[in-house]
């Protein structure tokens, strides 16, 4: 990790939550490259690290998603065996029914992990996804990092 060219942002504070859980819509947000067979899966040869992403159903079975992660570190079994390790889906499927979130929204998005060249993420695909989670009016997001 020594070497690892990290590049540094400035953080600046994210939209506070208006309202509790159990009354607003959330999202979820996977790093694991997660894509649907009829998507084209994550660029692995892409310079830089492929900072496009995938658009998921909010009906999707987590079972059908498919891993297109670059990074040679990034251990699949866990993810395998139980897709919601790396997008729990299905668990915010259980707050949704017990009342401790309103909804979940119609649409999930993944991206692929280990993109060492964020500029174009920063700048075109996160702004992309940001905008689309306001037109559906979601208030809470849940990022899975991987």
Known sequence: ME??????????PGARLEKPL????LALI?????????????DLGFKGG?????ELPGNVEVQQLRISQRSSDFDRNGAEEDM???FPLDRFRELARRGDIASLNHRHFSFMG???APGSLISTSAPQVARM???????AVFLAPV
Do not use: C, H, K, M
Not at 22 to 25: E, F, I, L, Y
């Open 3 to 12: 070497g690892y060219p990290y590049r540094s942002s400035d953080w600046l």
């Open 22 to 25: 159990s009354g607003g819509r």
């Open 30 to 42: 996977s790093t694991a490259g997660l894509y649907l067979s009829r998507q084209e899966p994550f």
């Open 50 to 54: 492929d900072y496009s992403f995938r």
């Open 84 to 86: 919601n390790v790396v």
């Open 114 to 116: 280990s993109i060492t």
């Open 133 to 139: 989670l306001r037109v559906d009016q979601v208030d």
